[in-house]
């Protein structure tokens, strides 16, 4: 609309504007220009809980996790009682093969309040960093106490496959990635993971199909 377009060319003149914006474009998206958005809030307001929190979310989407793990333990450094900053940080521990600081994460993340969102993300977090340390039995406990939790979602059910897969078991691998479709067909990540479980599996029909 004509108000949208004034409102995108209107100078930002505090930090405030640029937490709107930012806010807006991480709501959208655009990661890149969200953190220079929130990184002109923080230039101003060093101690911006929730411009240092977005930022580490956008930098996790974007698979940065060591500039994320700073912004968000720079978040728990201000003493705020937040289970999602340790789920967080936990995460980004364990894509930097951080194994013992991304089990302190989530010890922590235990001992605090959680809702069946954030127990959810902490066993599939949790499994998915089993997985990397190869106590794949864990992991396996993990994702089935996620899948009980949230049956209709996917992302356990893709670790899950990972688990079995791991083992050696590609009969239970193929049944876990078809109930993860079957939850999120319009994913196509989903059938390029069940695509290569198919090709080594030596099903190359099934396998064509699932990449077309």
Known sequence: T????LAETAEVSDALDHF?????????????TAIGEFEQVLQSQPDHFWAQYLSGLCLLRQNR??????HLTAC?????D??????????ANGELLAFEA???????????????????????????LRIRQLRLDD????????????PTEYQAFVNLAQAYRRQG??????EQLDLAVANKPTLDQLYRLRARLHVERKEPAAAIEDFD
């Open 65 to 70: 996790p060591t500039e994320a793990r700073i």
């Open 82 to 91: 937040f289970v999602w900053l340790y789920l967080l940080r936990g995460f």
């Open 2 to 5: 004509q108000e949208e377009g």
């Open 139 to 150: 992991a396996i406990a993990d994702l089935n106490k996620a899948i009980t939790l949230k």
């Open 76 to 80: 728990l450094a201000q003493g705020r």
């Open 169 to 174: 078991d590609l009969e239970r691998a193929m």
């Open 20 to 32: 709107l914006i930012a806010d807006e474009l991480y709501r959208r998206g655009e990661y890149d």
């Open 102 to 128: 991304a089990d302190a994460d989530f010890r922590k993340a235990l001992e605090m309040s959680l809702d069946d969102n954030s127990r959810y993300v902490l066993l599939v977090n949790r499994g998915v």
